[in-house]
């Protein structure tokens, strides 16, 4: 697997095991098969600290499904978890390929598991509550929106903007802080693109740009991001 830049890391903590990796699944990318997945893990579980934590954002993917496919939120959300359904069997038949020890080693894990934390919901409802200003700080979610679906061959409006705006939100605390779940703080993670967001949670780590957002954050382990590449 070819690496590229890095946010948050060095080579060295790389190198060192530094981290506890966390590769989020968006199902809507397809650069997420079921090979490239396998190349991430064995990569991940090969250079991590103690263990890997695979997240499959599902239900915050019907937001995506809603808007650009024009379904009724219930419609949305079903596929959205149908689709969940068959990563996570698509994951754990990779995992159960595995030698026992280093299938012990990975955890995998829905959004639901994510939300279930109050830190989380305490820094999405910030997050969200700084959005609604329409601030600095909500013209830079929405030119990631903008710049994400740039290739989308459908018109979206300023509404729909700022409804695929709530993906955004809802995921950028584990980007900020990593993720803590089974003892473990999950705090570099893999993708295979660096964008606005990931420079958007770089500021925000460091304080400069909204450093009265990041001081409402409370962020206590900023977590790396991995440009990561299967070639």
Do not use: C
């Not at 061959?153 to 509404?159: R, S, W």
């Not at 939100?169 to 993708?191: R, S």
């Not at 990931?198 to 990041?214: A, Y």
């Amino acid at each position: 697997m070819r690496l590229g830049q890095v946010i948050g890391a060095t080579q060295k903590d790389i190198e060192s095991k530094k981290f506890n990796y966390w590769i989020g699944v968006s199902l809507g990318y397809k650069y997420f098969n079921k090979d490239n997945i396998q190349t991430y893990i064995e990569w991940a579980i090969s250079n991590t600290k103690n263990s890997i934590f695979i997240l499959v954002a599902d239900w915050i993917y019907a937001i995506n499904l809603e808007v650009l496919d024009k379904r009724d939120k219930q419609l949305a959300l079903r596929k959205a978890m149908r689709l969940g359904d068959a990563k996570i069997a698509e994951i754990t038949d990779i995992i159960n390929a595995l030698a026992p020890e280093v299938a012990n080693r990975i955890k995998i894990g829905r959004w639901k598991d994510i939300e279930s934390s109050e830190i989380h919901q305490n820094r999405v409802k910030i997050l969200f509550e700084e959005f609604k200003k329409k601030t600095d700080f909500y013209n830079r979610i929405i030119e990631i929106v903008k710049d994400t679906f740039k290739n989308n061959p459908k018109n979206v409006t300023q509404e729909d903007l700022e409804k695929l705006a709530e993906y955004v939100l809802h995921e950028m605390p584990v980007f900020l802080d990593g993720i803590h779940l089974f003892g473990n703080t999950y705090d570099a993670t893999l993708y295979p693109k660096i964008g606005l967001i990931d420079l958007l949670e770089k500021d925000l780590q460091e304080g400069v740009v909204f450093p009265e957002i990041t001081k409402r954050l409370e962020i206590k382990s900023p977590a790396a991001i991995i440009e990561a590449y299967v070639d």
